[in-house]
Each structure stands twice: as structure tokens, then as C-alpha cells.
């Protein structure tokens, strides 16, 4: 088992340019989250899903979107990104016979110039 | 609504020493309270996990927190610190909507000198 993994690992943007992040989980997990971690302020849930075709706000949602297409995987994407949005974002996954347990991804880096 | 606050940015202690890292809670239900941590560079990692069958949770790496309901408190201790504790650490709660969503603290560095 990979558990959640999250493609790119680094990136940088320019003002203006857009990118999608993906997660993907082989856990068969139900539900699915975007974080951002920001120094400081520990982690901050971005959009979050349910299930399959299914996605719901989160704290700070301003400037991203996501899809979930696919049970395994969780996309968030940034449309036109500025230089408020570098930060290193996670991915986790959980399920109902978890107790609540979220199990995180790697990261992903993101710098916007 | 649910919040935690983590009090200390920054905890340093000695080798060999006690490790206390303090973390306190609101929430209107009885919660699910968890403690991560976070190495450098790296996602986080499940430390522990309280979810109402024992106020005393034992964790990996000699880790072990209490759940205190009338302080609001989810202290995180470990009797002996070993350099390999140097991390970030971070305190969540969740409560019973069906989300699962889960609410972070700020996080404390923990540093240990040799």
C-alpha cells in the first residue's frame, strides 16, 4: 500500500498561472481533504469531500477548487495563483471505521512568485 | 464551534528530560481528540488518538496523553526525551459531524539538547 500520495512534491508559479495538485489514496477511503500548513498557523482545511462527486468548503477555500471524479483521488486546483497562496499544502484521507483518524500525504510545496 | 489552542510555540527541553506539551480544547460534544507529529520535511504522523475508552491513551515512541474533561485538556507527555523527538507537534479535535473534519492547533516545536 502507497497510503496517500500526492503529485507534484515542488513547485513554482508565477503570479497569474494556474496548476492542479493531485491526491490519490489506495485505501479505499471514503473521504478526502486539502490542508495548507503556513508557519505558524498549523494546518488549515482548504476543501474536503465525502465521497465520490462530492466537495464541500472548508476554512479558507478563497481561491481553489476541487473535483472528485474518481473514489481515489481528490484534485484541488489553483485557477490564478498569487503570491498568498505559497505554502505547503497536504492531502489526507479517512474513513468511517477510522475514528475519525486522517492519514496524511507527503506534501507539496508551492511557491508563487 | 470547536477550537484548540496549543500553548508554546516552542518547548525546549534536555535529553533525558520530562516532555510536557500542553493542549487545550472547546467543544460542545464529547470530542475525538488526536496528537501528530510532523518531522522536518515530512506529512504528519498519527501520534495518538482519544476517542472516549480510556482517559489515559498510550502512543508510539513512549508518547502518552490524558484527556482531562473538566480542564479541557489533552496534555501530551513522554517520562524520557530522546533527540529523535525533535519535531513539530500538533494537537486536533474533531467532533461528531459527519465530515470527519478536524480542527488543528498552531503546533510546538519541540527542540531536545544533547
Known amino acids: 500500500n502507497a497510503g496517500v500520495t500526492q503529485t507534484p512534491k515542488f513547485r513554482v508559479l508565477k503570479t497569474g498561472q494556474s496548476m492542479t495538485l493531485l491526491c490519490a489514496q489506495d485505501?479505499?477511503?471514503?473521504?478526502m481533504y486539502w490542508y495548507r500548513q503556513d508557519p505558524g498557523m498549523g494546518l488549515r482545511l482548504i476543501h474536503y469531500?465525502?465521497?465520490?462527486?462530492?466537495?464541500a468548503k472548508g476554512e479558507v477555500p478563497d481561491g481553489y477548487n476541487v473535483s472528485r471524479l474518481k473514489k481515489q483521488n481528490f484534485l484541488l486546483g489553483l485557477e490564478s495563483a498569487a503570491p498568498s497562496q505559497t505554502s505547503v499544502y497536504f492531502c489526507?484521507?479517512?474513513?468511517?471505521?477510522?475514528?475519525?483518524?486522517?492519514?496524511f500525504g507527503p506534501g507539496t510545496r508551492l511557491t508563487v512568485l | 464551534a470547536q477550537s484548540v489552542t496549543q500553548l508554546g510555540s516552542h518547548v525546549s527541553v534536555s535529553e533525558g528530560a520530562l516532555v510536557l506539551l500542553r493542549c487545550n480544547y472547546s467543544?460542545?460534544?464529547?470530542?475525538?481528540l488526536f496528537w501528530y507529529v510532523q518531522y522536518p520535511n515530512q506529512g504528519l504522523q498519527l501520534l495518538l488518538k482519544?476517542?472516549?475508552?480510556?482517559?489515559l491513551v498510550k502512543g508510539i515512541n513512549g508518547f502518552e496523553a490524558e484527556f482531562k474533561k473538566s480542564e479541557t485538556s489533552f496534555h501530551l507527555t513522554k517520562p524520557s526525551a530522546h533527540m529523535s523527538d525533535a519535531a513539530e507537534y500538533f494537537c486536533?479535535?474533531?467532533?461528531?459531524?459527519?465530515?470527519?473534519?478536524?480542527?488543528f492547533g498552531s503546533g510546538t516545536r519541540l527542540l531536545v539538547r544533547p
Open positions: 489526507a484521507s479517512s474513513t468511517r471505521t477510522s475514528s475519525r483518524e486522517q492519514f
Open positions: 485505501m479505499n477511503h471514503e473521504y
Open positions: 469531500s465525502v465521497g465520490e462527486g462530492t466537495t
Open positions: 467543544s460542545s460534544v464529547p470530542p475525538y
Open positions: 482519544y476517542t472516549s475508552a480510556a482517559t
Open positions: 486536533a479535535v474533531s467532533g461528531t459531524d459527519s465530515s470527519y473534519k478536524l480542527i
